[in-house]
């Protein structure tokens, strides 16, 4: 793996393995990949905090690697998981990090509208 290009980290795709969903993006150091290698649950290098977390360690929320893909620059990976606990993976409580939809942000006047989400489908504010 390539740590070079963001000092020390790569980008890592977290996508659910049974429904192909994109859970989140977090970012892994040497150490974070070699763990989650290790250990088989996701752990991350925080950026803001400046250590390690497993993803779901106090909330239960864990993430079961299944598969590990590389990108061909071999400068991010793809982790592709099962989701344990209640299931819901972003810190809000929603199931994914990827709910709101940026188009709505968009508007006359530069006002932001209150983000969305869309669930089944259906787009709620």
């Known amino acids: 793996m390539d740590f070079s290009k963001l000092d020390g980290l790569i980008p890592a795709v977290i996508q659910d393995a049974t ?3 994109v859970l989140m993006v ?3 150091n040497e150490e974070a990949l070699a763990l989650t290698r290790e250990t088989g649950f996701a752990t991350f290098f925080s950026r803001t905090r400046g250590k390690l977390w497993m993803k779901g360690e106090t909330s239960g929320n864990r993430l079961a690697v299944k598969t590990m893909l590389v990108d061909c620059d071999e400068d ?4 592709k998981v099962d989701r344990l606990g209640d299931g ?11 709910f709101r939809d940026l188009a709505s942000l968009d508007r006359p006047g530069g006002a932001a509208p209150p983000l969305t989400r ?6 709620e504010a």
């Open 19 to 21: 429904s192909g969903e």
């Open 26 to 28: 977090g970012f892994m």
């Open 76 to 79: 991010t990976v793809l982790l």
């Open 88 to 98: 819901n993976v972003c810190h809000t409580g929603e199931r994914s990090c990827f």
């Open 118 to 123: 869309t669930v089944a489908g259906r787009t």
